[in-house]
């Protein structure tokens, strides 16, 4: 059963104060959360998809928890820098199999769809990374709401929270940001 939003930031909050039992506490919560996002991202993946959910949170995770000199505001905070941690591991797992697959300068043959539809969802994660920086080169609050809602699986009123803009300025935003990679991604 999960914690109420309410008490998930108050265990941030405490453990982000140095109190190891408000980190006992929420790993449990907070992993779980984790693990279902990531299933929900990789679920996209084809089915060849070379990292596994618990990798992908456990990685991330690591990185979360590991020398914490956040000062955690609340669930959507700490959701938001998650979002952005996996985003990078997404990434650079694409890359790093793009660079694999690709072999040098050897001759690259595809036996199989499969390796052709992996190939596919490698080149997605890495367009929508590519179009995320050039988004936030002329309008940063857009990526971030990217970030937050596709990475970070935020609501809309958690992104709006996390952000600190009204609700119906995330809408808008949301709006035209998924106009605008739409138009990117083709």
Do not use: C
Request: net charge positive.
């Amino acid at each position: 059963m999960s914690k109420p939003e309410g008490e998930v930031t108050q265990l941030l909050v405490a453990w982000g104060n140095g109190d190891p039992a408000a980190l006992e506490q929420l790993v449990p919560v907070v992993h779980r959360e984790l693990r279902n996002l990531a299933r929900h991202y990789l679920n996209r993946e084809s089915p060849g998809h070379t990292l596994q959910p618990t990798a992908l949170v456990n990685e991330a995770f690591i990185k979360l928890i590991g020398g914490n000199t956040v000062r955690w505001e609340n669930r959507a905070h700490f959701f938001g820098i998650a979002a952005k941690l996996m985003r990078e591991i997404l990434v650079d797992h694409a890359r790093r199999r793009k660079q694999i697959k690709r072999g040098g300068d050897a001759l690259r043959v595809s036996l199989t769809s499969a390796d052709a539809s992996t190939d596919r969802k490698d080149s997605d994660v890495l367009a929508l990374d590519d179009a995320l920086k050039s988004l936030a080169e002329f309008d940063e609050l857009k990526s971030r709401i990217v970030e937050l809602r596709f990475f970070g699986g935020l609501t809309e009123e958690e992104t709006s929270t996390a952000l600190n803009i009204p609700l119906r300025t995330l809408q808008r935003e949301w709006r035209l940001t998924r106009a605008w990679l739409s138009n990117q991604m083709l």
